[in-house]
């Protein structure tokens, strides 16, 4: 399954709301769908599985939603330290696992 | 806390094969499935296989055969094997830990601190 997330980069200022997509090729369980984040030299981090359900330790600031082949991955009000790399990733089709190309969430 | 660590060579000529090992410590291999997840510079991530604690795997199909991911519950560890490498491959490796049923799967929750390895003669 192909996931193609949008938009490729994004620029806000803190405060302000982000709405990240994740589209997929063909349906996906949402059970099946996770977001992470990652920072430069670090390893991705899990922020969301099942969909919508917040990993531990993930401030609700940040919210999972979707459905079939459309995801969204949203922060209320961003943070500096959210400013990141954020992918989505399916679990279940051939190839089993597959990531978005990722969303950048820059700082305006 | 569980903790994954890393180890293995970072450098690995042409055609060679690359190999990494994860040991896995402050708990068990059991339940899981265990991942590798490789990103070469500046790029995306790509998805390379998984195990779970009984050897059962699952690995990309884009990596034609080339690739086995073995466990050994005995040491708490799991490895990567890669062979005929080429510089395209070079590239941060990741391994991961995995729970996934039948109905949900949770995510990769705990991850290794990353292995840069490099293809180059």
């Known amino acids: 399954i192909v996931l193609t997330q949008s938009p490729g980069t994004l620029s806000l200022s803190p405060g302000e709301r982000a709405t990240l997509s994740c589209r997929a090729g063909?349906?996906?369980?949402?059970?099946?769908l996770a977001w992470y984040q990652q920072k430069p030299g670090q390893a991705p981090r899990l922020l969301i599985y099942?969909?919508?359900n917040r990993a531990t330790g993930i401030p609700d600031r940040f919210s999972g939603s979707g459905s079939g082949t459309d995801f969204t991955l949203t922060i209320s009000k961003v943070e500096p330290e959210d400013f990141a790399v954020y992918y989505c990733?399916?679990?279940?089709?051939?190839?089993?696992?597959?990531f978005g190309q990722g969303t950048r969430l820059e700082i305006k | 806390q569980v903790q994954v660590q890393q180890r293995g060579a970072r450098l690995v000529k042409p055609s060679e094969t690359l190999s990494l090992t994860c040991d896995v410590s402050?708990?068990?291999?059991?339940?899981?499935?265990w991942t590798w997840v490789r990103q070469p510079p500046g790029k995306g991530l790509e998805w390379i296989g998984e195990?779970?604690?009984?050897?059962?795997?699952n690995y990309n199909p884009s990596l034609k055969g080339r690739v086995t991911i073995s466990i050994d519950t005995s040491k708490n560890q799991f490895s990567l094997s890669l062979s005929s490498v080429t510089a395209a491959e070079t590239a941060v490796y990741y391994c991961?830990?995995?729970?996934?049923?039948?109905?949900?799967?949770?995510?990769?929750?705990?991850w290794g601190q990353g292995t840069t390895v490099t293809v180059s003669s």
């Open positions: 099942g969909a919508s």
């Open positions: 402050n708990g068990s291999l059991s339940g899981y499935f």
């Open positions: 991961a830990r995995q729970t996934v049923t039948a109905y949900r799967y949770s995510g990769m929750d705990v």
């Open positions: 990733q399916q679990y279940g089709a051939s190839p089993r696992i597959t």
């Open positions: 063909q349906s996906v369980y949402s059970s099946f």
């Open positions: 195990i779970n604690h009984h050897g059962s795997t």
